[in-house]
């Protein structure tokens, strides 16, 4: 009776992710891309395999605007897509941050109001998100769904290269006047969201001794979320502009990775959006980079006070210390920095580590963290 109870249920589950599971194995690969070569005008700039994991990854260059991508092709069903801009920051007013989100508010082909979170209830996505960093502003999402991961790619691409960026869409998502108990107080998305940010003792101590560490010449020494007395010096048009300079397809690189096939992801970005730059006739080959790395500072002691952290006792005050080294790594070489990352995992993580032990066990801390 179990068997049958078993096999009475399966056909409602079992059968579908079976579908999925063929899918992904039986994909067509990247067999028929060879490095030199044109795929949907895109040219093929490198394809390296890697058999341990069954693996292919694809580096293309469009033809025209110079726009590059990335295929990562493997039998999972769960195909994910992200489209990248260089966007160093320059100043803490959270430019970036805030163009992020009024990208999202609306765009040429899809003028309604917020149409990312109206996916959310509509989409098969597995993951929707948009993210600012110091250095970059990204775009990803992810679903098993073919058709789904079509729909998202075409509001995601119109997002973020054909945005509305109104002056109403500003106000709301970065900085407004509002009168509240007869006296005038600042809101935005933005701005609430990092006042929320700067009150967090931890995050504002980490904030400051990144900023501290590098120094203004350095795009990771301001505050690229947005520093909430600096947040309302920024004006519509500096947002626009920003657009403007960063967001093209010569400073963009995109991602796609899955089971489905490559050549129709580059079809589609080259038909539905890439084409419509090389007929406007303007240069879009210009990729930014970023500034040099700092000359090397000498060593300083920097304090600075901030929001108490509950959780602290009377003794320690809410006492932070850090003792920090900026490295002489290439932020995009790969490899120096995983093996950075792994040196700091031998030496922080666990109760065995020894900086634990230096540092707890002696009692000169109840807690640290390391990074």
Same mark, same amino acid.
């Given at each position: ?32 891309? =060879?490095?030199?070569?044109?795929v @949907?005008g895109?040219?093929?700039? %490198?394809?390296?395999v890697?058999?341990d994991?069954?693996v292919? &990854?694809?580096e293309?260059?469009?033809?025209v605007?110079?726009?590059r991508?990335?295929?990562?092709? !493997?039998?999972?069903t769960?195909?994910?897509?992200c ?13 970036a ?9 609306? %765009? ?10 109206k996916m959310r ?15 970059? !502003? ?9 058709k ?5 790619m ?12 109104s ?12 009168m509240?108990?007869g ?5 935005? $998305? $933005?701005?609430?969201?990092? @006042?929320? &940010?700067?009150?967090?003792?931890? %995050?504002?101590?980490?904030t400051?001794?990144m ?14 979320g947005?520093?909430p007395?600096?947040?309302?010096e ?27 096939g490559?050549a129709?992801?580059?079809e ?11 007929a406007?006739?303007?240069e879009?080959?210009?990729?930014q980079?970023?500034?040099? @790395?700092?000359?090397?500072?000498p ?12 959780l602290?006792?009377? =003794?320690?005050n809410?006492m932070r $210390?850090?003792?920090?080294?900026v ?13 950075? %990352? ?14 634990y032990?230096?540092? $707890?066990?002696a009692?000169l ?7």
């Open positions: 009776k179990a068997t049958v109870s078993v096999l009475n249920w399966s056909p409602y589950r079992f059968p579908k992710r079976l579908q999925m599971s063929v899918r992904g194995a039986a994909r067509a690969g990247l067999k028929a891309i =060879e490095p030199q070569a044109t @949907k895109f040219n093929v700039l %490198s394809k390296t890697f058999e994991y069954n292919e &990854v694809a293309f260059e469009h033809e605007t110079r726009a991508y990335m295929h990562i092709d !493997t039998e999972d769960n195909n994910a897509f489209v990248g801009f260089c966007t160093p920051c320059t100043n803490d007013t959270g430019i941050h805030i163009l992020e989100h009024t990208a999202l508010c609306g %765009s040429e082909r899809f003028p309604v109001r917020d149409p990312f979170f209830n509509r989409s098969l996505s597995t993951f929707m998100n948009a993210m600012t960093y110091p250095d970059l !502003t990204m775009y990803p999402f992810a679903t098993v769904n073919e789904d991961f079509y729909n998202l075409s509001i995601y691409l119109d997002a973020a290269f054909f945005p509305r960026l002056f109403m869409d500003f106000l709301q998502e970065g900085h407004r006047l509002e509240e108990d006296k005038f107080v600042i809101k935005g $998305v $933005v701005f609430n969201e990092m @006042k929320g &940010v700067f009150s967090d003792p931890s %995050s504002l101590f980490f400051k001794t900023m501290e560490a590098y120094g203004k010449d350095s795009c990771y020494g301001h505050n690229y947005g520093d007395q600096r947040i309302t920024l004006t519509h048009e500096n947002l626009v502009a920003f657009h403007r300079r960063y967001y093209s397809p010569a400073n963009c690189t995109f991602v796609t990775y899955g089971d489905l490559v129709g992801h580059l589609r970005i080259d038909e539905t959006l890439l084409r419509r730059f090389e406007d006739g303007k879009h080959r210009t990729r980079t970023l500034r040099p @790395k700092p000359q090397p500072l060593p300083k002691t920097v304090q600075s006070t901030g929001p108490l952290d509950p602290c006792t009377e =003794e320690d809410g $210390v850090c003792l920090a080294w490295l002489d790594i290439d932020p995009t070489d790969a490899l120096k920095n995983f093996a950075w %990352s792994i040196l700091s995992s031998l030496l922080t993580s666990g109760p065995n580590a020894p900086l032990k230096a540092l $707890v066990e009692g801390g109840r807690d640290f963290t390391a990074g």
